[in-house]
């Protein structure tokens, strides 16, 4: 357990590691878990939000007073970001890279209309006035993964309302993997993880150079979203032409993950074994007209 020596200035690290993506997928529970190993120090928080900070000076980065941790401990050897927009966010890799070249990277991945159903609950949790699920299905919806950020919203309403293009994992992969090598990716899914979190957790510090753990922290679910939100609830209509829409894009995500992706209700519904209308039916369960 990581615990702050008392009165003793040590310092602030450079961060050396980062969760990159993706949002809905239990990158808090992976990352809470990680800052509980004794050689790595716990973030101010989770999230830095620094390399898809648009207001900042990257012709002038600051990385010593901008980017850095308190050390808590004299052992700590890591501290990681993880701020799952930046697998997703135009330019964020790129800067990461000319931060530090050899940073190992993380990224979970999620069924991409569970991830986007999860996506929108969470902003209704959090904004009850945010657009209900038909407008957060209109407001942005292009049909390939953007490569710059909007000039015409706020950086903050496009993080927000992003959510059907941060299904384009395909494509983010693509794009991570020209500006990474793929040996510094650690690529894992989401209900494989949580169904063996201890074996995806030695995983994790295996590729961050870190010993095992010798005693697994207990998984512990960290933000889990609200058992019912206020609003319209998804329609078969609706998933069947998100999954249609995710296409071609999921076929380049399994050709360069290498992950099983089978039991997702995306490939499921494209495959035909899985009526769109059931998972209309299971997702409607949460949500509570307005």
Same mark, same amino acid.
């Given at each position: 357990?990581n615990r702050?020596?008392?009165?003793?200035?040590?310092?602030?690290?450079?961060?050396n590691?980062?969760?990159v993506?993706?949002?809905?997928?239990?990158?808090?529970?992976?990352?809470?878990?990680?800052s509980?190993?004794?050689?790595?120090?716990r973030?101010?928080?989770?999230e830095?939000?620094f390399?898809?900070?648009?207001?900042?000076?990257?012709?002038?980065p600051?990385?010593?007073?901008?980017?850095?941790?308190?050390?808590r401990?004299?052992?700590?050897?890591?501290?990681?970001?993880?701020?799952?927009v930046?697998?997703?966010?135009?330019?964020?890799?790129?800067r990461?890279?000319?931060?530090?070249?050899g940073?190992?990277?993380?990224a979970?991945?999620?069924?991409?209309?569970?991830?986007?159903?999860s996506h929108?609950?969470?902003?209704?949790?959090?904004?009850?006035?945010?657009?209900?699920?038909?407008?957060?299905?209109?407001?942005f919806?292009?049909?390939?993964l953007?490569?710059t950020?909007?000039?015409d919203?706020?950086?903050m309403?496009?993080?927000h309302?992003s959510?059907?293009?941060?299904?384009?994992?395909g494509?983010?992969?693509?794009?991570?993997?020209?500006v990474?090598?793929r040996?510094?990716w650690?690529?894992?899914?989401?209900?494989?993880?949580l169904?063996s979190f201890?074996?995806?957790?030695d995983?994790?510090?295996?590729?961050?150079?870190?010993?095992?753990?010798?005693?697994?922290?207990?998984?512990r679910?960290?933000?889990?979203?609200?058992?019912?939100?206020s #609003? $319209?609830?998804p329609?078969? %209509?609706?998933?069947?032409? =998100?999954a249609?829409?995710? /296409?071609a894009?999921?076929?380049?995500?399994?050709?360069?993950?290498?992950?099983?992706?089978?039991?997702w209700?995306?490939?499921?519904?494209?495959? #035909? $074994?899985?009526?769109p209308? %059931?998972?209309?039916?299971? =997702?409607a369960?949460?949500? /509570?007209?307005?």
């Amino acid at each position: 357990m990581n615990r702050p020596e008392p009165d003793v200035d040590l310092g602030r690290m450079p961060y050396n590691f980062s969760i990159v993506g993706v949002q809905k997928s239990g990158t808090s529970t992976l990352s809470g878990t990680i800052s509980q190993h004794r050689l790595v120090c716990r973030p101010p928080r989770k999230e830095a939000h620094f390399f898809n900070d648009e207001s900042y000076d990257w012709d002038h980065p600051d990385y010593e007073r901008d980017y850095t941790a308190p050390r808590r401990a004299k052992v700590h050897t890591m501290v990681g970001d993880s701020t799952p927009v930046y697998l997703f966010w135009p330019n964020a890799l790129e800067r990461m890279r000319d931060y530090m070249p050899g940073m190992p990277l993380i990224a979970v991945f999620r069924d991409p209309l569970e991830r986007l159903f999860s996506h929108w609950t969470m902003l209704r949790t959090r904004h009850p006035d945010w657009p209900d699920w038909p407008g957060f299905l209109t407001e942005f919806r292009p049909t390939s993964l953007p490569d710059t950020v909007p000039t015409d919203v706020k950086p903050m309403r496009y993080k927000h309302m992003s959510g059907i293009a941060r299904g384009y994992y395909g494509a983010q992969l693509e794009r991570g993997f020209s500006v990474f090598p793929r040996e510094q990716w650690l690529l894992l899914e989401f209900r494989s993880m949580l169904a063996s979190f201890d074996a995806s957790v030695d995983r994790a510090t295996d590729h961050l150079g870190l010993p095992r753990f010798e005693a697994h922290p207990p998984l512990r679910n960290r933000y889990a979203g609200a058992e019912l939100v206020s #609003g $319209t609830p998804p329609t078969a %209509e609706d998933l069947q032409s =998100l999954a249609e829409l995710y /296409a071609a894009d999921l076929a380049v995500f399994d050709r360069l993950s290498g992950l099983d992706t089978s039991g997702w209700p995306t490939t499921q519904i494209l495959a #035909g $074994t899985l009526d769109p209308g %059931e998972l209309a039916a299971r =997702l409607a369960t949460k949500v /509570a007209p307005a």
